[in-house]
């Protein structure tokens, strides 16, 4: 089974600084990876995936992501914060549970606070 | 277009009383999945549908939560007897299909508590 790990539950950067959200996955074969974000009362937003193609992956508001098999990681970038950044954010595994059908796995999440 | 709508957006009830809780996925969608999300929990997987398939119910916690999904649209969650510890944000997600690369969309969830 896959699993996947945020290595920090909490992260704060000063607006206008680089923001690094780690994540560490465990896979069997090779995976499909997705980046969410939350925002309170609100449902997750997909940011980006990887699914086997290029390996640095871009996604929506300025975040990219860059698969690294040798280190099994999957990191969240964002070279300049911004306010609004402020949320919760999901590493998400996709695993295989059955021929066809796959199912998330998702990490404990990592709070991002912005300082003014 | 629409994305996953859930309702209500909040529900207060008293313990013992029974609630459903209602997701209509986008349009097209053939996959639809249940989590629930409880403070300082991660995001618990509760139960999924595929089309016509039989629901994979392995999250499912008791006997007192159930859901179905109707004409393989719209689906409703319903929990039974409730307890304060099923207070929490229930999220609907839809996907076109089960492939490990499609990405799910998620509704706003429905925050529900239990006094």
């Known amino acids: 089974a896959q699993s996947v790990t945020q290595l920090d539950s909490h992260v704060s950067v000063s607006e206008g600084t680089p923001v690094l959200l780690r994540c560490n996955y465990s896979?069997?074969?090779?995976?499909?990876l997705f980046w969410y974000v939350q925002h309170p009362n609100k449902g997750l937003q997909l940011l980006l995936k990887?699914?086997?193609?290029?390996?640095l992956v871009k996604g929506i508001n300025g975040f990219e992501a860059e698969f690294k098999k040798s280190e099994t990681s999957f990191h969240l970038t964002k070279p300049s914060a911004h306010m609004s950044d402020a949320a919760e954010y999901f590493c998400v595994v996709s695993d295989l549970i059955n021929s066809g059908t796959y199912k998330y796995i998702f990490g404990t999440g990592t709070r991002l606070k912005v300082l003014a | 277009g629409a994305g996953v709508s859930q309702s209500p957006s909040n529900k207060v009830t008293e313990k013992g009383k029974d609630v459903e809780l209602r997701c209509d996925p986008i349009?097209?969608?053939?996959?639809l999945y249940w989590y629930r999300q409880s403070l300082g929990q991660g995001l618990e997987f509760l139960i999924y549908f595929q089309g016509n398939s039989a629901p994979d119910k392995s999250g499912l916690p008791s006997d007192r939560f159930s859901a179905e999904r109707t004409g393989g649209s719209v689906s409703t969650l319903t929990i039974q007897r409730t307890q304060q510890e099923d207070s929490a944000v229930y999220l609907c997600?839809?996907?076109?299909?089960?492939?490990?690369?499609?990405?799910?969309?998620f509704g706003d969830g429905t925050r529900l508590s239990i006094l």
């Open positions: 997600a839809s996907s076109v299909g089960t492939g490990g690369n499609q990405p799910q969309h």
């Open positions: 896979s069997s074969y090779s995976p499909s």
């Open positions: 990887y699914t086997s193609a290029a390996t």
């Open positions: 349009s097209g969608h053939t996959a």
